[in-house]
C-alpha cells in the first residue's frame, strides 16, 4: 500500500550557518560600528540582542536574508514581541517550530476527509502518515495539502510504492 509522510522539519545546521553569515555582517558592517547586536541559539529558540527597535529590525532582516540564502524557510520561524533587556538594550526572542502541532495536523486531517479523497491519514506524533491504494490518490492528496496555506513549511517524504 503506497504511503508516505507529513513533516515539518529545519536543518539545524543550516540556522546556524545563516547565523554565522548574520554576525559575520553585523561584524563588518559600517552602521553597527560600536553597537552591541547579537543572535544566538539554544535548543529550539534564537534570542536577538540590539540596541535601539532600528538595529533589531535591521538584524532582523539580515537574518531572514541569510536564512533564505540557506535554503531554510522563515515560516518556521516565530518571532516575538520585542522587550526592554538591561543597559538600554532591545531583546527579542524567535522560537523555532519543528513538527506539526495538534491543531495543524487535525486541520489537514479535516480537510482529506472533507475532499472524499480514498485515503486515510494518521496523526503520528508530529508528523502525519497518509496511505492510499493507488500513488495518483497520494499525489491528489499532496496537492490537496498544499492549497491548504499553511504557514508552516511542509515536506512530503518516505514516498512509497
Same mark, same amino acid.
Given at each position: 500500500?503506497?504511503?508516505?509522510?507529513?513533516?515539518? $522539519?529545519?536543518?539545524?545546521?543550516?540556522?546556524? &550557518?545563516?547565523?554565522?553569515?548574520?554576525?559575520?555582517?553585523?561584524?563588518?558592517?559600517?552602521?553597527?560600528?560600536?553597537?552591541?547586536?547579537?543572535?544566538? $541559539?539554544?535548543?529550539?529558540?534564537?534570542?536577538?540582542?540590539?540596541?535601539?527597535?532600528?538595529?533589531?529590525?535591521?538584524?532582523?532582516?539580515?537574518?531572514?536574508?541569510?536564512?533564505?540564502?540557506?535554503?531554510?524557510?522563515?515560516?518556521?520561524?516565530?518571532?516575538?514581541?520585542?522587550?526592554?533587556a538591561s543597559? &538600554?538594550?532591545?531583546?527579542?526572542?524567535?522560537?523555532? $517550530?519543528?513538527?506539526?502541532?495538534?491543531? /495543524?495536523?487535525?486541520?489537514? /486531517?479535516?480537510?482529506?476527509?472533507?475532499?472524499?479523497?480514498?485515503?486515510?491519514?494518521?496523526?503520528?506524533?508530529?508528523?502525519?502518515?497518509?496511505?492510499?491504494?493507488?500513488r495518483d490518490?497520494?499525489?491528489? /492528496?499532496?496537492?490537496?495539502?498544499?492549497?491548504?496555506?499553511?504557514?508552516?513549511?511542509?515536506?512530503?517524504? &518516505?514516498?512509497?510504492?
Amino acid at each position: 500500500m503506497p504511503s508516505f509522510d507529513v513533516v515539518s $522539519r529545519i536543518e539545524l545546521p543550516e540556522v546556524d &550557518n545563516a547565523i554565522q553569515g548574520a554576525l559575520r555582517e553585523i561584524s563588518t558592517r559600517f552602521d553597527f560600528k560600536g553597537s552591541s547586536c547579537s543572535i544566538e $541559539r539554544d535548543e529550539k529558540k534564537l534570542l536577538l540582542t540590539a540596541d535601539d527597535d532600528l538595529k533589531l529590525r535591521q538584524v532582523q532582516e539580515l537574518l531572514r536574508g541569510y536564512l533564505s540564502k540557506r535554503k531554510v524557510e522563515a515560516g518556521a520561524f516565530e518571532f516575538q514581541k520585542p522587550e526592554l533587556a538591561s543597559g &538600554n538594550k532591545v531583546r527579542q526572542s524567535v522560537v523555532i $517550530r519543528q513538527g506539526i502541532d495538534r491543531e /495543524t495536523a487535525q486541520k489537514i /486531517t479535516k480537510a482529506i476527509k472533507s475532499s472524499k479523497l480514498k485515503t486515510q491519514i494518521a496523526i503520528q506524533g508530529d508528523e502525519l502518515r497518509v496511505s492510499g491504494k493507488k500513488r495518483d490518490q497520494l499525489q491528489d /492528496t499532496i496537492s490537496l495539502i498544499k492549497e491548504l496555506k499553511i504557514e508552516l513549511p511542509l515536506q512530503f517524504i &518516505n514516498f512509497r510504492d
